[in-house]
């Protein structure tokens, strides 16, 4: 009744159903993982941007490696802005996906030690070769707040770090290359500021993350689990209907030939 199960058709058709069937489990379960991770993420820095603000230099230093345990941690900093080596880096957006420049301004603390502080988003109104027109930082000693970041990567961002840009334009922020062209000790990693806002709203201060979203991936996992368990619910169907058809075909009967006449 089901020899033709042992059809090649069919038993090509019954292996690549047996193989699909533990590959969209564990897709399934690939996506409840990255779920998982984005709400551990999501946790991490909602505790980050809740916490009070301490030290900058009690968890970063010189040639440090902001570890993501510490991302977003709210810092602060006592110093002056190094305005004269100020730079901006290239091709970044804002909150309306407008395209324009981060200033990167050094803060010279007490001890002499750099942070580098990112002070904001400004237009680019000008050629992308002229360096453009920065609103003036605070004068005077002044006391920051702001987010811990990463030194930024190609791998990580996505971002080219391209060379032979021109002067004091960068693609990439990376406290090494800024401790290698200010001559001074940098702490690794930078600071988003948050505060004090900028008098006219400008440099634009960055938003924080977004620490809420939890994405599309539960219900990705939730529809690999459903096609996995539609495979084995579709094979039944189609044998059962393969069944039928050749059931009907063997009933009826055969048409009789009819001689050709002389």
């Known amino acids: 009744m089901y020899r033709f199960l042992l059809t090649r058709q069919w038993v090509i058709l019954t292996l690549i159903a047996l193989v699909l ?37 009690k968890i970063t230093s010189p040639g440090h490696e902001v570890p993501k345990a510490d991302l977003y941690r ?5 110093g002056t802005y190094d305005t004269r080596h100020e730079v901006v880096v290239r091709r970044r957006t804002n909150s309306d996906d407008e395209v324009g420049f981060h200033v990167l301004t050094p803060f010279v603390l007490d001890d002499g030690k750099v942070l580098l502080v990112n002070r904001g988003w400004i237009p680019a109104d000008g050629p992308q ?15 920051i707040t702001g987010r811990l970041k990463a030194d930024e990567t190609s791998a990580a961002s996505g971002i080219k770090n391209v060379r032979g840009l021109p002067d004091r334009q960068i693609m990439l922020i990376s406290s090494g ?17 948050t505060s004090p ?8 201060l960055i938003a924080e993350p977004d620490h809420s979203g939890i994405g599309p991936h539960m219900a990705y996992a939730v529809q690999w689990w459903l096609f996995a368990s539609g495979v084995p619910i579709g094979w039944v169907v189609l044998v059962r209907r393969e069944k039928r058809d050749r059931a009907t075909a063997a009933q009826t009967p055969a048409e009789e030939t009819v001689p050709a006449h002389a």
């Open 21 to 57: 069937i533990p590959v969209m489990v564990e897709l399934g379960f690939w996506q409840l993982h990255r779920h998982e991770h984005r709400v551990a993420q999501n946790q991490r820095v909602t505790e980050a941007l809740a916490a009070d603000p301490v030290p900058a230099e």
């Open 74 to 78: 709210r810092v602060s900093a006592k």
């Open 129 to 143: 070769t002229a360096f453009p027109k920065i609103p003036a930082a605070p004068r005077g000693e002044v006391t």
């Open 177 to 193: 290359q800024q401790a290698d062209s200010l001559g001074k000790q940098v702490l690794g990693g930078y600071v988003e500021q």
């Open 197 to 204: 806002e900028p008098k006219d709203g400008t440099p634009e």
